[in-house]
């Protein structure tokens, strides 16, 4: 089965090379050297490139991604854009030509990758450069900083790129690209590559996934590879079979019901973001704090808890919120709590031949959620500590109470013990204290390069000192 991609608006084959080639190595292999191996790990953002993906608010969306990390075999039949395809040097594009008068470069070798990331902010339909709106995030004309939490800059500074991204207008009448956001993207195609005894097969069908699941457990699934893609650049991991889902239908669903929110596991974060809209304040504050949005573009909600890391992020605010997961096989499908779902390191209740299908949040949600996310960096950093919150206080009793934790056992746990102490009890300092007591015994925390275990437990009772302090202070703010 021949396998094609467009890049720079060319068709063109994806060639005899090998499964597990990256994004990034198949385009340096070919010239388009703007792109750049910095980490290797989707940490830096210099081989950011853009791809056509459903879009959210139009049919197409240009998407800032790590190249570094996706396989080449992934993007059969889509569409890539990377810096040489945005302009040149006699014809810059808008976000290039910013950098270049604002002095945004000084080494260039990060700034393709910011250029990528930037070109997809400045393409974003639901930016405007009207708003006015202006804070430590936000441009006057609609740039969201986000957009670059995963490009890092090595030499030149900050402040020109911000500049540059800042002194973005809306693109003109004329820009291709722009117009194709409103054209269909490119639907996934059914792949099938086989080089030196490895296989990359993209399924059109879930039921063909689970039939393949079925006959070969071993099979290694892969959506936005963030995590995957870690394994095969930094641990030279190999799978010698792998089954791509992103672009499965059926795990793309999404439903906000009046008893329960359905998330589909191959939505990525940032979909994931723009479809809540804010409407679940525990996760609006989790999805800046993890990672990047260069990853979260990737990320898929599956994935996060398919790797069952003990320091991943949706699973604390995801026990908090008392989710349940749905696992699908031949066999047919079953509902999972997740306090239920993780077993051990890594381990999970998932029979080789599941997959995680979907995501369950119930409704109603409690009144008062917080995620605290302790780590070195403010963004685009791996937890030491991670904490979700789901209280309801009535008349001044806690009535319910619900604490995920993560980076403090083998397993993302619930706090059954802080829990306990606090439900029936008055909402008071002297309860929180003495329940902050109980939570800093939680979990059996380790001492690693991270975080010393006798930190991490002094982190939890503090999280929830300052949980209280918080939520004390928006009912002052709101009487």
């Not at 889509?78 to 808008?94: F, K, Y």
């Not at 974003?124 to 890092?152: M, Q, V």
């Amino acid at each position: 089965m021949s396998t094609t991609i467009t890049v720079n608006g060319e068709q063109t084959t994806i060639g005899d090379v090998a499964v597990h080639t990256t994004v990034l190595d198949w385009l340096r292999d070919r010239g388009l050297t703007g792109a750049k191996e910095g980490c290797a790990e989707g940490e830096c953002g210099a081989c950011s490139v853009l791809v056509a993906r459903p879009g959210t608010d139009t049919p197409t969306e240009w998407t800032a991604v790590n190249a570094c990390l996706l396989p080449i075999a992934g993007l059969d039949g889509q569409e890539l854009v990377t810096s040489e395809g945005l302009g040149s040097p006699a014809d810059l594009h808008p976000v290039q030509q910013e950098l270049a008068v604002r002095g945004g470069s000084q080494c260039g070798f990060c700034t393709p990758g910011f250029v990528c990331s930037m070109a997809a902010e400045f393409y974003r339909s639901a930016r405007t450069t009207s708003n006015g709106h202006c804070d430590h995030e936000h441009g006057p004309n609609g740039f969201d900083l986000h957009a670059l939490s995963g490009n890092l800059c090595r030499c030149t500074g900050y402040r020109p790129i911000r500049d540059a991204a800042y002194a973005l207008g809306e693109p003109t009448a004329d820009d291709a690209l722009a117009a194709r956001r409103y054209a269909p993207p490119p639907p996934p195609a059914p792949t099938s590559m086989a080089v030196d005894g490895a296989e990359f097969l993209r399924p059109a069908e879930l039921d063909d996934v689970l039939e393949l699941l079925a006959d070969r457990p071993d099979a290694q699934l892969v959506a936005g590879s963030t995590d995957v893609g870690v394994e095969v650049n930094i641990r030279g991991v190999r799978k010698p079979l792998v089954v791509a889902v992103d672009r499965l239908a059926e795990l793309r669903e999404f439903e906000f019901g009046p008893d329960e929110i359905r998330i589909g596991a191959a939505l990525t974060l940032s979909e994931i973001e723009r479809l809540l809209a804010g409407r679940v304040p525990l996760l609006a504050q989790l999805f800046p704090q993890f990672a990047s949005r260069l990853i979260r573009n990737g990320a898929t909600i599956g994935g996060n808890l398919g790797t069952a890391s003990p320091i991943g992020d949706t699973p604390p605010a995801l026990l908090a919120l008392d989710a349940s997961i749905v696992l699908a096989s031949r066999r047919g499908e079953r509902v999972v709590p997740l306090a239920d779902y993780f077993t051990g390191y890594r381990q999970t209740v998932k029979a080789p031949d599941e997959l995680i299908r979907s995501v369950l949040v119930p409704l109603p949600l409690e009144p008062l959620t917080a995620f605290h996310k302790i780590a070195k960096r403010r963004f685009d950093d791996i937890s030491s500590v991670a904490v979700g919150y789901a209280v309801d206080v009535a008349d001044g009793v806690v009535r319910r109470a619900r604490i995920g934790l993560g980076g403090v056992a083998a397993t993302p746990l619930r706090a059954r013990a802080t829990e306990d102490a606090l439900i029936d009890r008055p909402w008071t300092e002297r309860t929180v204290r003495e329940a902050a007591a109980v939570m800093a015994t939680e979990g059996t925390p380790m001492d690693d390069h991270r975080a010393s275990a006798s930190y991490r437990s002094a982190m939890l009772g503090q999280s929830l000192l300052r949980f209280y302090t918080e939520s004390v202070a928006r009912e002052e703010v709101s009487a």
